[in-house]
């Protein structure tokens, strides 16, 4: 997936999102999304990059456990054809779930 297919499906989401944080200050009233790509992983053939994927991390933050939102959103991954792992954590100090989907794209 292109960033802009990214950015797309971000919208279809139709949370507030950005990539990596939202600037200090600006952080929407949960919930709302993250995104960014943590990792490239290439595969090498010749001494060159023959063929290049990244890996994608979607963070869902809500102030409250959300299933029918985690449902849509793993619908609309699964609509896109794209396999994730998902796990989740409390964040004590912001007092928000934090739900990860990683994959590769």
């Not at 595969?43 to 409250?64: H, K, P, R």
């Amino acid at each position: 997936m292109t960033h802009t297919e990214i950015i797309e499906m971000m919208e279809e989401i139709g949370l507030p999102y950005a990539y990596d944080h939202f600037a200090e200050g600006e952080s929407p009233k949960p919930p709302f999304i993250c995104f960014l790509y943590p990792v490239a992983q290439n595969f090498g053939a010749d001494n060159v990059v023959y063929y290049s994927c990244n890996d994608l991390d979607i963070e869902l933050y809500t102030d409250e456990k959300n299933p029918s939102l985690e449902s849509e959103i793993e619908e609309i991954l699964t609509g896109h054809e794209l396999y994730y792992d998902k796990s989740e954590v409390w964040i004590e100090s912001e007092k928000l779930y934090e739900v990860l989907y990683s994959l590769t794209t």
